[in-house]
């Protein structure tokens, strides 16, 4: 960060992951004993419903799905931002860096929840868990210099690492969610797809935000462009929280419901550790302290000549 980070960026880093850690654990205790009833929606799918706990109103697999994804917010992402808040209370580059990945992380949990979950009593903190996401975003960003980013970043950035994940990230989210929306949007199919809503939520997520992102972190990383670095840094902790948290939900789901999706649930895992493992290198290539005006690796017009 430059000297331009805004001092209420640490605070409300802390109270966004306060706030999560509050939402995934009443989740994850007050769930409920996962009763369920059979109901036909409107476009006439076949759904088994919850009819208690927190998440009443939801189908079996989302619930069940939503359990796992909690218990990887409140383990990992809610201590990893913690810590990073501290770090950027001290001024450390590469923790305002993790910071901003758990940020962006925390924004699209809790902008789907709110906007896929039946409403409930954790709404309230659904919306406004997304709008601080956001805020902190915003002042984190606008604190961050591009020109500083080049500086910070040595030549072992893993350029071609990074632009491969990001491919990874378009290839298989297209991969899963296209043929879903064929199938429902040409074929008009709804059973076992919209899981009792009346639209497909979290591919319009993945495929509006995830797919555009993985695009643009490629492009920017392969070229050395100054955003790319910053792209990098947010994407691999994205990478590791959300395969983690995927892989997470598959496995709940089956424990729930006795479905074993054998092949995504290793799938997620390997992403996540793989996203482990670059980002490793990624924050290993920075930076702190004086050694920033040291000379950095050339950014855009010498790209292609610079190591990975």
């Known amino acids: 960060m430059t000297s331009r980070r805004p001092s209420l960026v640490p605070a409300l880093v802390v109270l966004v992951a306060l706030l999560a850690g509050i939402a995934s654990l009443a989740g994850i205790v007050l769930r409920g004993d996962l009763a369920t009833e059979p109901w036909t929606t409107l476009r006439g799918e076949a759904i088994d419903v919850v009819t208690g706990g927190i998440y009443a109103w939801n189908a079996l697999p989302v619930v069940s799905e939503g359990v796992g994804w ?3 917010t409140l383990v990992l992402a809610v201590p990893g931002a913690l810590l990073a808040a501290v ?15 758990f940020l962006v992380y925390f924004l699209y949990q809790y902008a789907e929840y709110a906007m896929f979950w039946a409403i409930g009593p954790l709404y309230p903190l659904h919306v406004l868990l997304t709008a601080l996401a956001l805020t902190a975003t915003a002042l984190l960003v606008a604190g961050l210099d591009l020109a500083e980013a080049t500086r910070r970043f040595g030549t072992g950035f893993p350029r071609r690492a990074v632009a491969g994940l990001g491919v990874f990230m378009v290839v298989v989210l297209s991969a899963l969610w296209l043929p879903t929306v064929g199938r429902v949007v040409v074929g008009g199919e709804v059973q076992g797809l919209l899981n009792g809503g009346n639209t497909l939520v979290v591919p319009a997520f993945d495929l509006g935000f995830l797919v555009p992102l993985g695009i643009f972190t490629a492009v920017t990383a392969w070229r050395r462009h100054p955003a790319g670095y910053l792209l990098a840094t947010t994407v691999v902790v994205k990478a590791v929280a959300m395969g983690a948290a995927i892989t997470a939900m598959l496995v709940v789901e089956w424990v729930t419901t006795g479905v074993f999706a054998a092949v995504p649930i290793a799938l997620f895992a390997l992403t996540s550790l793989g996203a482990a493992a670059i980002g490793y290198r990624v924050y290993g290539s920075i930076r702190e302290g004086s050694s920033a005006a040291e000379p950095a690796a050339p950014a ?3 790209a292609t000549s610079a190591p990975a």
């Open 70 to 72: 909690d218990i990887v």
């Open 87 to 101: 770090g950027i209370a001290r001024g450390s580059y590469r923790a305002s860096l993790v910071a901003l990945g």
């Open 300 to 302: 855009v017009a010498g």
